[in-house]
């Protein structure tokens, strides 16, 4: 950063004002603790100069806004140009019910769409099979086929909103029944925008919503990332999530470090299947948590730009700069919210969701205060929209473009997040590669010491937690929470049984079983591409047990191993 | 000298229904653990009449059960209901996770000991089981 003599004078003032002005304060008044740490446990000094950035280049480390490293952001002027999209998780009950939120958020300001789908979708269940009983509509919509999408997205245009789909086993089949009701309302592929999420990797790692053995299963990102690349060119096909890492316990560190392994999993894969890494590259997305400690998050998502820049330019030879852009959706952090005192969620949110922007997002979710409880309801949810807009409007953090960047604390954090990352990549690789290494379980138990000493720090009182280890309330006034319509579940079983009756048949069946031969097939990458026949089937109504039931066949189930 | 053999609490920590967010679950097994505790962890995606078979199989003093996808008014009553229609009245029954405030008592009614919800210290969650197991033999202080 300096020259060598100013680094030297800096460092001789430090120590001289360690003795004379520093000690003799602390003689009065000891600091509050003896150590201080991050979130995420990673000790913070009490000051941060430019000594702490010996070697600290410009040009190496930061760059010009929306230009390599990107560490600046991906834009040359940020939310100067375009504020990030504010784009609200939604979807409960049945797709008439959800298609109402839809068009609320829409009048409200929102402007994408981002789907939750309910848990027997997500793990490709029908509405009526055993295991989701109990579970239909209540933390997402229900769909059981192209029918239930129709409702979904009535009246919507798909050719003006984007959509993201949180999905991933049963991604290709959702996405499919999207690119079906699109067809219906004659939006051409290439108009079609959004996101599907499909990261299968995290789901072993956190989130297990896992169905099929992690081979297969890879093959199925795969194959709809050459799909994308051929027919849907502004669609991601594939968001590489860390936000279900965090929820799961990890640091901010292992959020980045197993995310990104994860990514290069996709590239490598991808490029196996044929494709030339710039052809898909750019349409790789990113979903991250967005945790309390405002700087390590900012200095998270620098880091994550940064890293995946030199990734995909070093490691993986991308010429296309748009293949080096990481751009990222965020969402503030679920697992922070506590069910005491909820409405302290609100400002919870907000410090998250302003890390999320001063760190570059490009596409922002805000938590509402009841989710430790439920549910958001309507008025809960409009105040988490609102913080993001009042930060986006008032608060003046979106004039200038990465406003935190020279900051001695943040570029410290952030080179600390970037070496940490590439220390963890080492360690991976030597397991054998991310597979492996969630094969034998390597990311699962780092997550769930870190979550484990999280929450001993807690317990002890290291970490303090509003309304929870400290400043508690013993009479707390409760607030509302919104309750799922308990006949929904019956209502979407006759739904489907209905369409059960009234479809061609034949048509089910053999789309089935093209479907079947392909997955069986050992040509996967030329006569034997699913989404084509995933297509043929959503398209004769074919439910989606049916089809994830042909995988099932074929490829078998996972079992995970087991760690406590 | 006679040698008292000392015996162990028996917990099942389940996960009920489909969700996979196992985290809370996965702690309080861990911390039960480190308090002395026997601890089974039935794993993910377990039915009511699974998580009353492993917990008869296993003859344990209590049953945790996490579930954060909003079917725990459906899935903690079951369990309750199975270990009735089995004869089992000894276990201690306690849930945890994204619960509404108003099904708490809902599900107290139901037989469920407790409901823990996000916030909970494992502390408050070892010594409610320490004086709440049926088996009075067990806690000894």
Known sequence: MSEQKDLKR??????????????????????????????????VERLYTPTDLPEWDYAKELGFPGEYPYTRGVQPTMYRGKLWTMRMFAGYGTAVETNRRFKYLLEQGQMGL???????TLMGYDSDHPSSAGEVGKCGVAIDSLADMETLFEGIPLGEVTTSMTISSPAAVLWAMYIAVCEKQGVPYHQIGG????????????????????????????????????HLPRWNTVSISGYHIREAGATALQELAFTLADGMVYVEESIKAGLEV?????RLSFFFDCHNDLFEEVAKFRAARRLWARIMRERFGAKDPRSWLL????????CSLTAQQPRNNVIRVTIQALAAVLGGTQSLHTNAMDEALALPT???????????????????????????????????LTNQMEEGVWEYFRRIDDLGGMIRAIEKGFPQREIADAAY?????????????????????????PIPTLTIDREAEERQVERLQALR????????????????????????????????RILDAVRAYATLGEIMDVFREVWGEYKEPSII | MAAKVEKKIRVLIAKPGLDGHDRGAKVIARAFRDAGMEVIYTGLRQTPEMIVSAAIQEDVDAIGMSCLSGAHMYLFPRVMELLKERGVDDILVFGGGTIPTDDIPKLKAAGLATIFTPGTTTTEAIEFVKHNIKNKDLINE
């Open chain 1, 114 to 120: 981002s789907t939750a789908f309910d848990l027997p």
């Open chain 1, 378 to 412: 309507e008025e809960a949810a409009t105040i988490a929209l609102r913080t993001q807009q009042i930060i986006a409007h008032e608060s003046g953090v979106t004039n200038t473009v990465d406003p935190v960047a020279g900051s001695y604390y943040v570029e410290t």
């Open chain 1, 501 to 532: 009756r009234l479809r061609d048949k034949d048509a089910v069946m053999r789309s089935l079983e093209a479907l079947r031969q392909a997955a069986a097939g050992n040509d996967p990458w030329g006569k034997d591409l699913l989404m084509p």
């Open chain 1, 453 to 477: 000493a999280y929450q001993q720090a807690i317990e002890r009182g290291e970490k303090i937690i509003v309304g929870v280890n400290r400043f508690t309330e013993e009479q707390e006034e």
């Open chain 1, 327 to 334: 751009r990222t959706h965020a969402q503030t952090a679920g």
């Open chain 1, 278 to 282: 710039d052809a898909f590259a750019p």
């Open chain 1, 10 to 43: 800096i460092e001789e003032e430090k120590a001289r004002w360690e003795t004379e002005t520093l000690k003799p304060a602390l003689a009065q008044t000891p600091e509050r603790a003896e150590r201080f740490t991050t979130v995420s446990m990673t000790p």
């Open chain 1, 195 to 230: 996101t599907v999420q499909n990261d299968i990797l995290k789901e072993y790692i956190a989130q297990k919503e896992y169905i099929y053995p992690i081979t297969p299963s890879v093959r199925l990102v795969t194959d709809t990332i050459l799909f994308g690349a051929r």
